[in-house]
Each structure stands twice: as structure tokens, then as C-alpha cells.
């Protein structure tokens, strides 16, 4: 990516980041109330994992689980459904889950597109994607594999999109991109539940 390009990025993800925070804080406090009535424990999941450089950073997002849940990626956790609580199957559903990261793209630990950052303890989709580079870019809110298939497709696959994102990546491809992720949340694709 180009110095035009990352500047503009960075322009683009400090202040939709900064303006939505402001314009979703009346719903930030009405999820978080209505996650703290729903399940005892906080309202905020907050985990470790690895961004640029692979550098950990504490990533945020509203509790979907029961505060018990194995630290493992969704699609292992077998019947992990039974783990979700009333409001976070809504939440999960509808991606609203994912609103808290707009701080970390405030603070410029992720972008909001970019590769999806994996867990601190997915060690084999880590290496896979140092080995293909992904790991020199910002994690994003929103990436291409995610719009390409997400929980429905392999990690070989999410490791081929999220290369091939880094080695094309621009501003249009960007809102392209943005808008695919639109489009899937109005249909809950790829969402596993």
C-alpha cells in the first residue's frame, strides 16, 4: 500500500471510528445493560491478540458468552451454541458484537478493514499467515476473507484471501469491501451461531 493510500486509510479509520463511537454510544449503554440483565459478568469480552507484527493487543467486543466458555475459536467449540446467551445470539446475529473494536481502530491497533485478528492461541493460522505476510498489516473490524465465506470457510482459505488483501489492498478495494460486509450482516451470512 502506498503513502497516499495509508494516510488515507488512516484518515478514514481515526475518524469513522472516533464519529461512531459518539453516534452508537446511547445503544452501546442499552446493549451493555441488556447483557449485564441477561448473564452475570461484564459486559465487555476483552482477549488478547496478535495485531501488527504480531504484537498482542487487548481486543474488545461485547459479551456474547457465558462468562464459563472455553477460551477456543466458535466453530470448535462443538455444541458452543449452549454457551451463547439470549442477548448474544442477537448480537452475534446481527455483528453487533464486534461495535466495541471501533475503539481499538481509534486507537490504532486495528483498521476497520483488514485481516481478522485470529486468537493468541490459534498458533497454526498465526504461522500460516506470518509465513504469507499477513501479520504486516493492522487486523481489521471487517476483512476480505470475512466477506468471502468467514466461519464457512477453511483456514488455508481465510490465509489466501487475507494474502491476497495485503498484496492489492487500496482505498476502493477498502469500501468495497465495507460494503460486502453490509450486505452479508442484512443476510447473516457466514455467521456461525
Known sequence: MKGKNILLKRLFDFSSSTSAVIIFLPLFAIIGLAI???????????????????????????????VETPNVESAKLGEGVSYITKTGKFIRRTSI???????????????????????YNQHELIKMRTEAGVHKVKPGITGYAQ??????????EKVKYDKYYVENQTFLFDMWIIWKTFINVISSKGVSH
Not at 99 to 117: F, Y
Open 147 to 156: 466477506v468471502m465465506g468467514r466461519d464457512e470457510i477453511s483456514d488455508e
Open 97 to 119: 458484537d464486534e461495535l466495541p473494536q471501533l475503539i481499538n481502530v481509534a486507537k490504532g491497533e486495528m483498521s476497520v478493514v483488514g485481516p481478522r485478528p485470529a486468537l
Open 36 to 66: 449485564k440483565k441477561d448473564s452475570p459478568g461484564p459486559f465487555l469480552f476483552k482477549q488478547k491478540r496478535p495485531g501488527l507484527n504480531n504484537v498482542h493487543f487487548t481486543i474488545y467486543k461485547f459479551r456474547s458468552m457465558a
